[in-house]
């Protein structure tokens, strides 16, 4: 199967081929099942590969398979490469298999929507993207895979863009990535003059030659990558607009995958980050602060999908803190935990908005376990699971993430264990508002201009009675819900589904080893349970029946830090001056100035030149005689020289 | 002192100067068209010197060519002013300005 | 007559070496120069014509002094005796025997330019004959000038072996140019007799001479398409 893994990358590709040149004849719902057919075959074929590499004894289990040569100039030698290891597989089989259940999920929730196929379309590119992201075997093929995903993600964001609110956050989405985007170029260019090779197997090796603060540059500017990749902070602002796309592309790309694409880029390049202390604590410190600051936003957010919006910057905040501790296998574990219980909470919202018949106003939901219940025990797991409350596996993925934070800086520790009593309170009342109290969406409501909502759908009247999703959209929740409850197995080591055993050899000495003693580890573990089961308690005790405490949701948080009106301030407005001044003087006098100018002079010159041509024969000779003159007189120069 | 070959041919250039200058100056066609001659001989006599210094019968032969083919361009050129002047007695040069830009 | 004892003293020395050459050569200059003078300066034009005559003949005296006879002659009976008689003719024929203003100058500038930039070529010719040697080509390459035989002689091998396709092709040239002359001073036939009477039709010559007649009484009545089919235009 080893031989066929090209076929991981090639078959959603064909299902976007399909999609463009028939998908909209096949129509609602066979193209989504096509699209969900040719993703779930790719997945099948990711599970072949995987046991296949399961075959490989070597130490670490690579497989490399060249494509064809795709850029072959001199020093630059790159090809079209798969690179296939533990890490890459990893992220192979979550992608696919998350992909594959919300394109199932999408068949239910698309429905009706006129432009059915076209979803599809942009999410069978993605998926292909994304792969050709992780399977990559050089910066270049990961660059490609990382543009893809983001012009997909521009492309989902804004599906609806007859609606304002949406075009415009596709593009934020799209211009933020881009500015992340600069930082990974500028990286693969410096790359690529310290090594003359883009491949990472021959970075790797070469890691003595290109001298530490070259290195530390190449970490630095791909962090900046993927700052705006996982939206970290500064460039985080684009993922809570983002919501505006349909739910399923929040769950996948915003959850799972495309903003998990720079913790997969950070741990690919862990040589350079362990040779770097200096980048990797930068990372550290970029974690932690973007995890407390998104946490407290959270709090006070109306929009179910903003909570969760905001929920996912913080624990990718968490990955990174433990990217940077050098813990990549405990980034790895969060980052697959996290991909089974947001996808399933934000799947489990969609199914919530859906039922409520496109409402994401939180406090206009409530008591939705009474008329959703399959929902609501999907949710409650994915819940609990955000929360670390145990044995579910969030717990289990955050413990070993806070364990290894503060075996390596203890400052970032209390950070982290801060931001879990955030996560658990914010994520309780956003359960509280939503699944508990009154019938607040039978309520009329008036339209209140100063929050958020103001603008959605059902600002101002009653909504009908909630209903429970069609089946299509309830039983990949489950699927997620079993996965989300039991991945803390995947911790447990000395077992032959472990992941450290898996993926350890990937990272080898690399790999920050924390040396606790078990009782300073049960010690942690204890410390982080009653922390979960603290926040959990105290989140639902105060929303579980009141829906309005203004007093916890203060506008500073609420509008997220200000930080889309300082940068408005800052970069916004200077440059829309500098624009209008491009438009009014630049664009008219300087470039068509120079351009008409060019024509003036031409007609210009030729009306001077023109006076020459008198008609007179005599005036014609006179020239002829005029240009003997003037050779003679070269030709005497000449002669007079010598 | 002997007439040494610069002579003659600072008398060609000379007579080539004025054949140049009544062009230049005269209107009536038939006259430009003597000054013209009057270059051609100018040529013509400065073949025949170089011709002497240089040994070389070359210079005579090309006198003789030239003089054929003035002879034939004299013959074409008054052929053309004939037609084209036939009505009027006194045209000049400057009459002709239709390709005046 | 004064060119033909000249050239007849001349042909006894033509050395070059002696005072009667000299003599002969500035006298012969003399006449050239006043000739060309003339030509330019004459303002009738039969006068002009007459000057080149002269100075043919002060040219033909330099032939003979430069040891060319042969030359001298053909250039006598050619120039002199045909194209300049062909002159003469012309302008018998065209009546622009009027004298003409040679006061008034009406483009502008002309004149001070031509005076100046010829002014500045004859000198710049000269100086630069002076600074350079005036005679830089390789000798001998058409065959040798002089020795025993005659100047006809020489010449004649030379234009009968070496240069016989040019000989040929100027004879060509000959013929083409008569015939084109005839047809270019062919007028229509219409039956009018084209000496005596005044032709009535327009010029055959062309569009061009047509539209450069500025003057509105002399404008050809009509000048229809059906013409340059009569004349085949050269």
């Not at chain 1, 630059?76 to 998350?98: C, E, K, N, W, Y």
């Not at chain 1, 574990?333 to 969609?350: E, N, Q, T």
Request: aromatic share 10%.
């Amino acid at each position: 199967m080893l031989g066929v893994t090209y076929l991981i990358i090639l078959l959603p590709l064909l299902g976007f081929a399909v999609q463009l040149v028939g998908g909209r004849r096949l129509g609602d719902p066979v193209a989504g099942g096509v699209a969900t057919a040719f993703i779930g075959a790719s997945f099948v074929v990711s599970v072949g590969v995987y046991l296949d590499l399961l075959t490989v004894h070597a130490p670490v289990r690579t497989y490399t398979q060249n494509l064809w040569t795709w850029i072959p100039v001199g020093d630059l030698q790159v090809h079209a490469r798969l690179f296939v290891d533990p890490l890459s597989m990893t992220m192979v089989l979550f992608i696919t298999g998350i992909s594959a259940l919300i394109h199932l999920y999408s068949i239910g929730y698309m429905k009706g929507d006129r432009d059915y196929s076209k979803f599809f379309l942009y999410m069978n590119l993605f998926v292909a993207s994304m792969l050709i992201l992780v399977l990559g075997s050089n910066m270049l093929v990961t660059y490609v895979g990382w543009e893809g995903v983001g012009t997909c993600s521009y492309w989902l964001v804004s599906f609806w863009f007859t609606r304002e609110s949406a075009a415009s956050a596709g593009k934020k989405a799209f211009v933020y990535n881009r500015i992340g985007d600069v930082g990974f170029l500028l990286a693969i260019f410096l790359t690529f003059d310290k090594v003359h090779s883009l491949e990472y197997s021959t970075i790797f090796a070469n890691l003595g030659s290109i001298g530490p603060g070259n290195i530390t540059a190449i970490c630095l500017l791909l962090l900046v990558g993927v700052m705006g990749k996982s939206a970290q902070i500064p460039l985080f602002p684009w993922l809570a607009d983002a919501m505006e796309g349909p739910t399923p592309v929040s769950a996948l790309i915003h959850a799972a995958t495309m903003v998990t694409a720079g913790v997969y880029l950070l741990c690919r390049i862990n040589p350079l980050l362990h040779a770097s202390p200096d980048a990797a604590l930068t990372v550290a410190i970029v974690g932690g602060a973007t995890a407390f600051v998104a946490a407290t936003i959270a709090c006070a957010q109306q929009d179910i999908k903003k909570v969760l919006a905001y929920s996912t910057v913080s624990q990718l905040g968490y990955m990174f803190l433990a990217i940077g501790c050098g813990a990549y296998e405990a980034a790895i574990f969060l980052m697959v935990a996290h991909a089974f219980f947001k996808g399933l909470l934000f799947l489990g919202a969609g199914s919530a908005i859906h039922g409520l018949h496109d409402e994401q106003d939180l406090k206009r939901m409530g008591n939705l376990r009474r008329y959703m219940p399959l929902t609501f025990i999907t949710f409650g797991i994915g819940w609990l699971s955000i929360a670390a409350v145990p044995p579910l596996s969030g717990f289990w993925a955050k413990g070993d993430v806070l364990e290894n934070t503060w075996a390596a800086h203890p400052a970032l520790w209390v950070v982290g264990i801060l931001t879990a009593a955030l996560t658990a309170y914010y994520m309780s009342r956003l359960t509280g508002l939503a699944f508990f109290g009154k019938d607040r969406w039978a309520d009329e409501v008036a339209i209140d201009a100063t929050t958020d909502m103001a603008g959605s759908h059902h600002a101002g009247g009653t909504i009908t009675e909630p209903h429970e999703s069609p089946r299509i959209m309830v039983i990949p929740l489950w699927i997620l819900a079993f996965f989300a409850a039991i991945a803390g197995v995947l911790a447990l080591s000395n077992n032959h589904f472990s992941l450290s055993h898996w993926i350890d050899p990937v990272f080898g000495s690399n790999l920050f080893d924390d040396n606790l003693t078990s009782t300073a580890k049960l010690a942690l573990s204890s410390l982080d349970a009653v922390i979960a089961v603290v926040g959990v308690l105290v989140g639902l005790r105060l929303w579980m029946a009141k829906a309005e405490r203004p007093s916890l949701e203060g506008a500073f948080l609420r509008h997220s830090w200000y930080i889309n009106e300082l940068y408005d301030t800052v970069f916004g407005r200077p440059l829309e001056r500098v624009a209008a001044f491009s438009a009014s003087v630049i664009d008219p006098k300087v470039i068509d100035g120079g351009v008409n100018g060019v024509a003036t002079a031409v007609r210009r010159s030729g009306s001077l030149l023109r006076r020459t041509q008198t008609g007179y024969l005599r005036n014609y000779v006179l020239g002829i005689v005029l240009g003997t003159v003037l050779v003679l007189a070269f030709m005497l120069t000449r002669v007079w020289w010598n | 002192m002997t007439v040494s070959p610069d002579w003659y041919l600072a008398l060609s250039a000379v007579l080539f100067a004025i054949g140049a200058l009544g062009v230049l100056v005269r209107r009536n066609v038939l006259v430009m068209f003597m000054c013209v001659e009057l270059m051609l001989n100018a040529a013509n006599l400065s073949f025949v010197t170089f011709a002497r210094t240089l040994h070389d019968i070359g210079g005579q032969v090309l006198v003789f060519f030239v003089l054929v083919v003035a002879a034939a361009e004299v013959v074409v050129g008054l052929g053309l002013v004939v037609a084209i002047f036939r009505r009027r007695a006194n045209a000049t040069a400057d009459d002709l300005h239709l390709m005046k830009g | 007559m004064v060119g033909m004892i000249g050239a007849a003293l001349a042909g006894a020395t033509g050395t070059g070496h002696s005072w009667v050459d000299v003599g002969t050569f500035v006298v012969a200059a003399a006449i050239v120069l006043a000739g060309a003078i003339g030509v330019v300066v004459a303002r009738n034009p039969v006068h002009s014509a007459l000057m080149l005559v002269m100075t043919l003949f002060g040219v033909a005296v330099l032939f003979v002094l430069q040891r060319d006879p042969f030359l001298a002659a053909v250039q006598v009976i050619v120039y002199a005796g045909a194209i300049v008689v062909l002159f003469l003719f012309v302008i018998m024929f065209l009546g622009v025997d009027r004298e003409e203003n040679i006061g008034f100058e009406p483009l502008r500038g002309q004149r001070p330019l031509a005076i100046g930039l010829v002014v500045l070529g004859t000198t710049g010719l000269l100086l630069l004959g002076q600074v350079s040697r005036w005679t830089t080509g390789a000798p001998h390459v058409a065959g040798v000038d002089g020795g025993k035989q005659s100047n006809v002689y020489l010449l004649g091998k030379s234009v009968y072996t070496t240069y016989l396709f040019p000989f040929e092709a100027t004879a060509a040239l000959l013929v083409i140019a008569v015939v084109g002359a005839v047809v270019l001073a062919r007028r229509p036939p219409t039956g009018a007799n084209p000496v005596t009477d005044a032709p009535a039709e327009a010029v055959p010559a062309g569009a061009m001479p047509a539209n450069a007649m500025p003057a509105p009484t002399e404008e050809p009545a009509s000048v229809d398409a059906p013409e340059p089919h009569h004349e085949a235009r050269p």
